[in-house]
């Protein structure tokens, strides 16, 4: 049987003066409400002119540009589609790393992980609100009761770095991961198939939630920098 193609709904048509950049940002959006995954093929070009009310030539722009940020691949003969996940506030700069194996690739990004946690856990403690200290303990819980139930805290772990960046006020900390997003989250999926993967790191988010909250900058950086340098330890004990 024919596979069926991807319905546009959701898509909607485009004011007359909108052109590249609006079709880009039209197209990863929908693609980010849609939940497409690397792999996932777009609808037909007919289709998407149609729905967006636009030319041809201004859709295969939009597609060219997303295609040279390694967002799309167009392939002769058989459609577009998505090379990476994209979110509409990172289509611009898509940050991605080449490396000879997953050891090598997470000791890189881990590397700029170090500058950016660091800084944004002085940030936080120095910034934070009320607010800010409630959604970090919640989840904070939420991590913890994952990391007793399931041996591993995955989502729930990154979910709570993201309450950090938030707490830092500054909102180039959270565009900086989700540039990196594809590949920070490898940290969180079980690397190596180890599912003790930095488990020895667990006990430092409560003490680095601790500083953050009495608002103790030297404090969050040093336990930032604990949780940090076992996943280090670890991924250079677990590669093969």
């Known amino acids: 049987m024919p596979e069926s193609?991807?319905?546009t709904a959701g898509l909607n048509a485009l004011p007359q003066q909108s052109r590249s950049r609006q079709i880009m940002d039209a197209l990863v959006t929908w693609?980010?409400?849609?939940?497409l995954k690397p792999g996932d093929r777009l609808p037909p070009e007919r289709d998407l002119t149609a729905a967006l009310k636009v030319g041809r030539s201004s859709l295969r722009e939009?597609?060219?540009q997303l295609s040279a940020l390694g967002v799309l691949e167009a392939r002769i003969g058989s459609g577009t589609y998505l090379k990476r996940r994209v979110t509409p506030g990172t289509h611009y700069m898509p940050l991605t790393v080449t490396a000879d194996g997953l050891a090598e690739a997470l000791l890189?990004?881990?590397?700029?992980?170090?500058?950016i946690e660091i800084e944004a856990s002085i940030a936080a403690a120095r910034r934070r609100t009320a607010d800010d200290i409630v959604r970090m303990e919640v989840a904070l819980n939420e991590m913890e009761s994952a990391h007793k139930t399931e041996g591993g805290s995955g989502k729930a772990d990154f979910a709570y770095?993201?309450?950090?960046?938030?707490?830092?006020?500054?909102?180039?900390?959270?565009?900086?991961l989700e540039q990196m997003r594809d590949i920070v989250e490898r940290f969180w999926e079980q690397p190596f198939d180890r599912p003790d993967f930095a488990a020895r790191s667990f006990p430092f988010h409560r003490t680095l939630f601790n500083a953050i909250r009495d608002g103790d900058a030297e404090a969050a950086a040093a336990e930032t920098r604990k949780i940090l340098d076992v996943v280090e330890e670890d991924i250079r004990n677990m590669r093969p």
């Not at 890189?108 to 500058?115: D, I, K």
């Open 108 to 115: 890189m990004t881990l590397e700029v992980r170090r500058g």
């Open 5 to 7: 193609p991807l319905h």
């Open 161 to 176: 770095h993201m309450t950090i960046y938030d707490a830092a006020h500054n909102p180039l900390f959270r565009q900086l």
């Open 62 to 64: 939009a597609v060219s």
């Open 31 to 35: 693609i980010d409400e849609r939940g």
